[in-house]
Antibody
Framework: EVQLVESGGGLVQPGGSLRLSCAAS????????MHWVRQAPGKGLVWVSC????????NYADSVKGRFTISRDNAKNTLYLQMNSLRVEDTAVYYC?????????WGQGTLVTVSS | QTVVTQEPSFSVSPGGTVTLTCGLT?????????PNWYQQTPGQPPRTLIY???TRSSGVPDRFSGSILGNKAALTITGAQADDESDYYC??????????FGGGTKLTVL
């Protein structure tokens, strides 16, 4: 069974940093593109970033470019999102998602709250 | 900047058929945008319904179907049921590794 379990969310002050992790199991992690998608409270889904299987291709939404860094450790079956210079508008549930074009699997999400 | 458009809300009667659409403020949606469709109920992560325009995800009933209609991607629900009342989102591949979600459609079944 495919499982994606996010962790690392929490409360952080504006300007602070946080690192999210996504532990994957039940499939060959190293074979898939992985994405981060976020959802602010009461709002819609927003694509954040993606990384291909061998980390050679990485992409970001304009809203996070230069502040967020996606990475993966295929030996540990784990996806990461390093978030720096956090803003109030980054407050959201962050979902880890396995490859859109192969019938995406979604984690349960982890809540990031940016507030003073 | 191109925006992905969806109807903010839609209503369907039980047993009825509804088609939700996913368009672009500039240009047409094609299979090269690999439209995906997701269903989300409050407090839950999204559930994948359709990927690559018209491929149904595992376990999704065949009353959900995806297509290209005119210049938009479309999700058709045939024989709507009460538990289809959800938010529906599309996402499109915009090239250069970038994906963009639509704003979502809130579907009411009544």
């Amino acid at each position: 069974e495919v499982q994606l379990v996010e962790s690392g969310g929490g409360l952080v002050q504006p300007g602070g940093s946080l690192r999210l992790s996504c532990a994957a199991s039940g499939f060959t992690f190293s074979s898939y593109w992985m994405h981060w998608v976020r959802q602010a409270p009461g709002k819609g889904l927003v694509w954040v970033s993606c990384i291909n299987s061998d980390t050679r291709s990485i992409n970001y939404a304009d809203s996070v470019k230069g502040r967020f860094t996606i990475s993966r450790d295929n030996a540990k079956n784990t996806l990461y999102l390093q978030m720096n210079s956090l803003r109030v508008e980054d407050t959201a549930v962050y979902y880890c998602v396995r490859e859109f074009n192969k019938g995406a699997y979604w984690g349960q999400g982890t809540l990031v709250t940016v507030s003073s | 900047q191109t925006v992905v458009t969806q109807e903010p809300s839609f209503s369907v009667s039980p047993g009825g058929t509804v088609t939700l659409t996913c368009g672009l403020t500039s240009g047409s949606v094609s299979t090269s945008n690999y439209p995906n469709w997701y269903q989300q109920t409050p407090g839950q992560p999204p559930r994948t319904l359709i990927y690559s325009t018209n491929t149904r995800s595992s376990g999704v009933p065949d009353r959900f179907s995806g297509s290209i209609l005119g210049n938009k991607a479309a999700l058709t629900i045939t024989g709507a049921q009460a538990d289809d009342e959800s938010d529906y989102y599309c996402v499109l591949f915009m090239g250069s590794g970038i994906w963009v979600f639509g704003g979502g459609t809130k579907l009411t079944v009544l």
